[in-house]
T-cell receptor, first 113, second 113 residues
Framework: QKEVEQNSGPLSVPEGAIASLNCTYS??????FFWYRQYSGKSPELIMF????GDKEDGRFTAQLNKASQYVSLLIRDSQPSDSATYLC?????????????FGSGTQLTVLP | NAGVTQTPKFQVLKTGQSMTLQCAQD?????MYWYRQDPGMGLRLIYY???????DKGEVPNGYNVSRLNKREFSLRLESAAPSQTSVYFC????????????FGPGTRLTVL
């Protein structure tokens, strides 16, 4: 069974610090990896995806992928209170007639003013 | 573009009642998905549709049926609601030429008494 594991947290960081969120996946056939942000009571919002080993940067966010270790991470630099949310990691894979995502259970991040 | 829309936003049912959750997307996406989200359980796939006219079971299909009415619309039906189906339901869609990213609707919060 395909699995995506995340530390559930909660993770607390002070404002301005770097928040580091981690994720491991079990399916070596996964090709793309996604980070979603979900505010309380809202739907998941895609913030980054990565498909090549290494780093991918977008503003204050950096996604890192290590396929050999089956490890994905998200770094949030200069964390702001507005970054407080649950972050979901997902891995893509083929199963049945369509590509599917397997989601982790999420890491709750709190950025303290 | 409205993106992915869902109706209703909230619903309360009694055990045994039936209802249909509606989902529509205006992004010309081929694949559509229905998830449920329960506390501590992450997002679990109920059903998905790779294209108009096709549907497949996901991880937790029991108690649900779906219809892919056309390319835009994908509905989820609860024939005889049970308290275990109390959850938040999200519809998502995925573009045909992307990296398997999915975009979510705002969700339906369902309570079954």
């Amino acid at each position: 069974q395909k699995e995506v594991e995340q530390n559930s947290g909660p993770l607390s960081v002070p404002e301005g610090a770097i928040a580091s969120l981690n994720c491991t996946y079990s399916d070596r056939g996964s090709q793309s990896f996604f980070w979603y942000r979900q505010y309380s009571g809202k739907s998941p919002e895609l913030i980054m995806f990565i498909y090549s080993n290494g780093d991918k940067e977008d503003g204050r966010f950096t996604a890192q992928l290590n396929k050999a270790s089956q490890y994905v991470s998200l770094l949030i630099r200069d964390s702001q209170p507005s970054d407080s949310a649950t972050y979901l990691c997902a891995a893509s894979g083929a199963s049945g007639s369509a590509r599917q995502l397997t989601f982790g259970s999420g890491t709750q991040l709190t950025v303290l003013p | 573009n409205a993106g992915v829309t869902q109706t209703p936003k909230f619903q309360v049912l009694k055990t045994g009642q039936s209802m249909t959750l509606q989902c529509a997307q205006d992004m010309n996406h081929n694949s559509m998905y229905w998830y449920r989200q329960d506390p501590g359980m992450g997002l679990r796939l109920i059903y998905y549709s790779a294209s108009e006219g096709t549907t497949d079971k996901g991880e937790v299909p029991n108690g649900y049926n779906v219809s892919r009415l056309n390319k835009r619309e994908f509905s989820l039906r609860l024939e005889s609601a049970a308290p275990s189906q109390t959850s938040v339901y999200f519809c998502a869609s995925s573009p045909p030429d992307g990296w398997d990213e999915q975009f979510f609707g705002p969700g339906t919060r369902l309570t079954v008494l």
